[in-house]
């Protein structure tokens, strides 16, 4: 109902959160850490049917992580074929 999905959503914002101050890191991004917090944002934001969002993160994710490239170029085509599906672009809401 809508309590799981404000929770979700918070969970969304915590996951980006901790990947981007991952990003930010001045002793250098841990790949372990970016990994984790960016697939787990991804896949929060594709149960939020975020597609947008999600892709976003994926591409960022293959970016930073080449060698997960396979893995992610699927997500990312799943989260294109969703959004191009809806025509919606949802936001992360802050």
């Known amino acids: 109902g809508a309590d799981q999905t404000a929770l979700m959503k918070d969970a969304l914002r915590q996951y980006v959160t901790t990947f981007n ?3 930010d890191d001045p002793d250098g991004p841990s790949a372990l ?3 984790k917090s960016g697939m ?3 896949q929060v934001a594709e149960s939020l049917q975020q597609w947008d969002v999600a892709g976003k993160i994926y591409d960022q994710l293959k970016h930073l992580l080449p060698m997960l490239a396979p893995t992610l170029d699927k997500k990312i085509a799943k ?3 969703h959004h191009s599906i809806t025509g919606v672009a949802p936001t992360v809401e802050k």
């Open 21 to 23: 101050e991952d990003l």
């Open 33 to 35: 850490w970016i990994k």
């Open 40 to 42: 787990a944002a991804g």
């Open 79 to 81: 989260a294109a074929e």
